[in-house]
T-cell receptor, first 113, second 114 residues
Framework: DAGITQSPRHKVTETGTPVTLRCHQTENHRYMYWYRQDPGHGLRLIHYSYGVKDTDKGEVSDGYSVSRSKTEDFLLTLESATSSQTSVYFC????????????FGPGTRLTVL | DQQVKQNSPSLSVQEGRISILNCDYTNSMFDYFLWYKKYPAEGPTFLISISSIKDKNEDGRFTVFLNKSAKHLSLHIVPSQPGDSAVYFCAASDSGAGSYQLTFGKGTKLSVIP
């Protein structure tokens, strides 16, 4: 299994509070991604990173920010959580080589009350 | 606009029979396709992939077929086993885009009945 961990694995928070999710990899892969999974929507890309301090938006980036200060860590921040951000969040990594798959972490279940 | 479509939300198959999961795409720039398998409370795991230069790729019980003219791919599982019961996601990538992003379908839940 690819060395990807996510923390926390579960979190319950209240509307309006800031939340940060962490993804940590031990594979030294260049690319890291944040997805959310919701019933009826599959996996949707929030943000991705192609190197330290290099990030870009995905399909559903509104309300989220990211940071990558080290190769191994990719943080996803909800500045002011809303109930619509209740979801399961997955981090993924890839080497960035052409035709390489992404490897996924175990996920974080976030509930915003 | 959904670029990768899995039109069957669920599929039930008897153990030992063939499971066929379908996926359609609309973006003609997609040239690499993947299937992921997901169990509850776990992250998706890579299953099999195919490049647009091929029309078939096989790995054990799993075979993926690609029909570029129809913008359609399918995953065949033969024989199906109860442990194959999971949600299967089809994904596509445009290797020329440089971001190596994957666009996912909504998934098909496969139930293999013993």
């Amino acid at each position: 299994d690819a060395g990807i961990t996510q923390s926390p694995r579960h979190k319950v928070t209240e509307t309006g509070t800031p939340v940060t999710l962490r993804c940590h990899q031990t594979e030294n892969h260049r690319y890291m991604y944040w997805y959310r999974q919701d019933p009826g929507h599959g996996l949707r890309l929030i943000h991705y990173s192609y190197g330290v301090k290099d990030t870009d938006k995905g399909e559903v980036s509104d309300g989220y920010s990211v940071s990558r200060s080290k190769t191994e860590d990719f943080l996803l921040t909800l500045e002011s959580a809303t109930s619509s951000q209740t979801s399961v969040y997955f981090c993924a990594i890839s080497t960035g080589q052409v035709n390489n798959e992404q490897f996924f972490g175990p996920g974080t279940r976030l509930t915003v009350l | 606009d959904q670029q990768v479509k899995q039109n069957s939300p669920s599929l039930s198959v008897q153990e030992g029979r063939i499971s066929i999961l379908n996926c359609d795409y609309t973006n003609s720039m997609f040239d690499y396709f993947l299937w992921y398998k997901k169990y509850p409370a776990e992250g998706p795991t890579f299953l099999i992939s195919i490049s647009s230069i091929k029309d078939k790729n096989e790995d054990g019980r799993f075979t993926v077929f690609l029909n570029k003219s129809a913008k359609h791919l399918s995953l065949h599982i033969v024989p199906s086993q109860p442990g194959d019961s999971a949600v299967y996601f089809c994904a596509a990538s445009d290797s020329g885009a440089g971001s190596y992003q994957l666009t996912f379908g909504k998934g098909t839940k496969l139930s293999v009945i013993p």
